[in-house]
């Protein structure tokens, strides 16, 4: 086994143990596990209604450090929230909408990142026609790695990227894109991060944009492909490595992950550079989104 590899092993094989996967039947190279935790729908035509809904399920805001959520998408939001004139209530509805679809696409990162470490800790990678060998590959793909798997710094690489994102970061900045739910790319496009394409056809034109530009904001199909696709972003973009290698060395360290130096790694996310980063930092401190660390889904329970 050469050195790096040793190293690679040195770093890795700890977290598998600490998550009980070194024991992992790996061997049936032909299957693959389910990753996508199902949901179920809400449909709340008003604010008032997704209140009582969430009374209903037991469903209160702030939650218990440790609290298990239910495992619902509220999608679309309220038309009506951006007019809940009691800020608690309406920051209170934004943040319990969103967390369980957070929390169910962080499942699925971590899912997904212990059975890759998993595979990579093994003699061998599985055989080149097995469907574990084409996931590898279109791991390479999906976060933008350059390289070849068998390579150790390709897997480090990818090791890197494919991660969780603090539940503090991710609610902070849906709120701040989306202004609580009420911007109109929120509203009409169910784009709560910003997100631009410049594929025509595909996004709402901003009002303010300069004549001779050519992007537009991405329009997404439920609110739960805009949190994937904001995470894809942050765990494949260029822009965002310092975060990676900030996330990285926390988890080489065996500590939790911290949104509010996270948030450091989100400089060129806004034109608005450290002035945004501020202000998120502030959001995540204000509404004391740092609790939620421990929150998980209830996936035992009948919604």
Known sequence: MNIKKVIFLALFLPVLGMLGYIGWNLTKDHTLPEWDLPLAPVNASSARIL????????????????????????????????????????????????????LAENAKLN?????????????????????????????????RVKGDIKDETTRAE??????EIPVALVLAQAANESAWGSSRFAREAKNLFGEWTYKEGEGLIPEERTEGEGHSVRIFPTLRDSVKSYMNNINSGRAYEALRVMRE?????????????LADGLLLYSERGEEYVEEIKKMIRSNRLNTLREVTLNLERDT
Request: charged share 30%; proline share 8%; hydrophobic share 45%.
């Open 51 to 102: 209140d009582g809904t969430f009374r209903k399920l037991d469903y209160h805001w702030p939650l218990a450090a440790n609290a298990e959520v239910p495992p619902i998408m509220v999608d679309p939001l309220p038309a009506d929230l951006g007019e809940v004139t009691a800020v608690k209530l309406k920051k209170s509805l934004f943040f319990r909408a969103l967390l369980p679809m957070v």
């Open 158 to 163: 990818l090791a890197r990227r494919l991660d």
């Open 111 to 143: 899912e997904q990142r212990r059975f890759l470490l998993a595979l990579f800790a093994r003699n061998e990678l599985p055989a080149k026609e097995s469907e574990k060998h084409q996931w590898l590959e279109e791991q390479l793909v999906h976060y």
């Open 249 to 261: 060395e926390m988890r080489n360290n065996q500590r939790p992950l911290e949104a509010l130096k």
